[in-house]
T-cell receptor, first 116, second 115 residues
Framework: AQSVAQPEDQVNVAEGNPLTVKCTYS??????LFWYVQYPNRGLQFLLK??????LVKGSYGFEAEFNKSQTSFHLKKPSALVSDSALYFC??????????????FGQGTELSVKP | ETGVTQTPRHLVMGMTNKKSLKCEQH?????MYWYKQSAKKPLELMFV???????ENNSVPSRFSPECPNSSHLFLHLHTLQPEDSALYLC??????????????FGPGTRLTVL
């Protein structure tokens, strides 16, 4: 069965510091991995995805994520946090093989708070 | 905005009411989804439509009834709901291929409160 874990409910970072939001996954076969962000009273907004190829994926708003197959992780990172990055972040996984069901499974979300 | 619109944005209803949520996607996608987002819980997939055909019903109670008249519109009909059904209901769409590598685009959601 597919699953996603975001071990931290909340991450607090000072503006200008690097940030990391953690995600680990479990899936049969190769994964497709996604990060989404949700601002208050808004739907989820796509940030980036890993399908294949380079393990370091760059996305919107200066975010990037590193796929680590041996650790089954896909942590979201940004070199310098902004107050406007404060939001709820979701990691999601889907099995690459359509025979595995094809559902997109979301983690429970991590609240990122960036203080000035 | 993301190209996926939802109406209404907020809805308050009694347990005996009947109401409908509407979703429209302007992206030319072939798949649409309903999700339920409750506080402190992961997103719960409710229904999936591919090419207007329902391909997934994730053990959703019958008081929720989806309808997909065409590939651009998706409805969620609500009747005799319970207070625990209060949540944010999100609609999403994607261009589905057999690889499943495409991301989903989400609407802003309908905040539903059941009294």
């Amino acid at each position: 069965a597919q699953s996603v874990a975001q071990p931290e409910d909340q991450v607090n970072v000072a503006e200008g510091n690097p940030l990391t939001v953690k995600c680990t996954y479990s899936v049969s076969g190769n994964p497709y991995l996604f990060w989404y962000v949700q601002y208050p009273n808004r739907g989820l907004q796509f940030l980036l995805k890993y399908i294949t190829g380079d393990n370091l994926v760059k996305g919107s708003y200066g975010f990037e994520a590193e796929f680590n197959k041996s650790q089954t992780s896909f942590h979201l990172k940004k070199p310098s946090a902004l107050v406007s990055d404060s939001a709820l972040y979701f990691c999601a996984v889907r099995a690459a093989s359509y025979n595995q069901g094809g559902k997109l499974i979301f983690g429970q979300g991590t609240e990122l708070s960036v203080k000035p | 905005e993301t190209g996926v619109t939802q109406t209404p944005r907020h809805l308050v209803m009694g347990m005996t009411n009947k109401k409908s949520l509407k979703c429209e996607q302007h992206l030319g996608h072939n798949a649409m989804y309903w999700y339920k987002q409750s506080a402190k819980k992961p997103l719960e997939l409710m229904f999936v439509y591919n090419f207007k055909e329902q391909t997934e019903n994730n053990s959703v109670p019958s008081r929720f009834s989806p309808e997909c008249p065409n590939s651009s519109h998706l409805f969620l009909h609500l009747h005799t709901l319970q207070p625990e059904d209060s949540a944010l209901y999100l609609c999403a769409s994607s261009q589905e291929r057999t690889s499943g590598s495409n991301e989903q685009f989400f609407g802003p959601g309908t905040r539903l409160t059941v009294l």
